[in-house]
């Protein structure tokens, strides 16, 4: 097959609607939670567009407050002293 041809373009245009949903504020998305450092703490991976629309960076301190009432996270960026 040469790129080109109708099968090749009817190829991407399937592969590029079966991308990711994008994140958007108020609706649900699955996460997995995965075990990091031998089982001793766990890992969530959060979506890329919402680590853009904080404007956090790689390494950059945040902090978790846990809501055992409401079972929730709440993670915010660390305002140092």
Known sequence: MSLGTRQDTSFLEYNSRMARPKATSGKK???????????????????????????????????????????KLIIRDWKGK
Do not use: C
């Not at 766990?42 to 404007?55: D, M, Q, T």
């Open 29 to 71: 998305q699955v996460r997995k939670l995965t075990k990091v450092g031998g089982g001793a703490s766990y890992s969530l991976a959060l979506p890329v567009e919402i680590i853009r629309k904080f404007k956090w960076k790689e390494k950059q301190k945040l902090t978790v407050t846990v809501d055992l009432k409401n079972k």
